[in-house]
């Protein structure tokens, strides 16, 4: 990325795009904490506006905060900020999905022509995470810290057991999968690059236990990867490029352990959970044209239920 990029602190540097009024974007990972900084900026800075939804109002100088991950239309709600906003309004984006900048729709937009400066803010290392578990689990500060890889959200969770549990027990809670789930798909899509800037991933490898064990075990175990253009890699073999709904249904699959309900289907390519709008004959077709796309992996139809991603 040619555009400027900031180490300094978050404060300081929020601080320091408001007095020059330019447009800026803070880049970063779920769970790291970055919303709970924003809102404690925001407590000392009461003129500022945080816009969360569109529609909202413009002030001189605003924070917009709205997840990018599974969301296609954050990009042109931002735009259309953009284009709303006068001379002397000026917007942070928070982009908590660091693949959206390698998107087309990203690389076309408005935004991405009037953002000038980036603020990259990640997991914590291993002194930051000491100092924020202080000494609440002082004994505890290793395992917590090779279980989570700094990441804020899985600190905390954590540091509300009263005991660590193993990592098996840790990966087959459901309260933990469901807030790793956007942790995951994340990962799934975005350039190692980017994680190693967000310190998500250290020497090519995820550091959160973990996420690791998530992405390894308990979810499918595949090696499917979707490249930057499009084109599909399973286990190292590249093959056909797909639709960028295509994408969004096999991203889904895989963070669902390979399954695929057939509401979903309807409301990832049609905008609508309620599948029966639409006939079994489209949705399998959607399905069935993904599946001849791929080499090494197929998917299944489940009857009167769903799709299954499988081995071929």
């Not at 795009?17 to 974007?25: D, H, L, R, T």
């Not at 996420?211 to 399973?234: A, V």
Request: hydrophobic share 35%; with cysteine.
């Amino acid at each position: 990325m040619n555009k400027k990029e900031s180490n300094i602190g978050l404060k300081k540097w929020l601080d320091e795009q408001n007095k020059k009024k330019v447009n800026g974007a803070m880049v970063t990972f779920p769970g790291c904490g970055l919303t709970f900084r924003i809102s404690k900026y925001l407590e000392q800075n009461n003129e500022i506006s945080l816009i969360t939804k569109a529609g909202e109002e413009l002030k001189e100088f605003n924070i917009v905060l709205m997840s990018f991950v599974g969301n296609n239309l954050v990009l042109k709600t931002v735009d259309d900020y953009l284009r709303m906003a006068g001379t002397n309004q000026k917007i942070m984006v928070v982009i908590d999905d660091p693949e959206v900048l390698d998107s087309e729709e990203y690389k076309n937009s408005l935004m991405s022509s009037r953002i000038y400066e980036y603020y990259w803010h990640g997991a914590f290392d291993e002194k930051a995470t000491e100092e924020m578990i202080g000494e609440f689990k002082k004994t505890e500060i290793d395992d917590i810290y090779k279980l989570s890889g700094g990441i804020g959200r899985l600190v905390k969770y954590l540091c509300l057991k009263k005991t660590i549990p193993s990592t098996k027990e840790l990966v087959e809670d459901p309260a933990l999968q469901s807030i790793c789930r956007p942790m995951l798909e994340v990962i799934k899509k975005s350039s190692t690059n980017y994680l190693e800037r967000l310190k998500i991933i250290e020497r090519g490898i995820v550091k959160s236990e973990i996420l690791r064990k998530l992405l390894t075990e308990i979810w499918l175990p595949t090696s499917i990867k979707i490249e930057n253009d499009l084109t599909l890699n399973e286990d190292c073999k590249k093959g056909e490029k797909i639709s960028r709904v295509e994408k969004d249904i096999l991203n889904e699959m895989l963070l669902n352990n390979g399954y695929l309900t057939r509401e979903r289907v309807a409301a990832i390519k049609w905008g609508s959970e309620n599948f029966t709008e639409f006939s079994d004959q489209a949705i399998n077709k959607t399905m069935r044209r993904l599946s001849t796309k791929m080499r090494v992996y197929k998917i299944e139809t489940i009857w009167k239920t769903g799709f299954k991603l499988t081995k071929k």
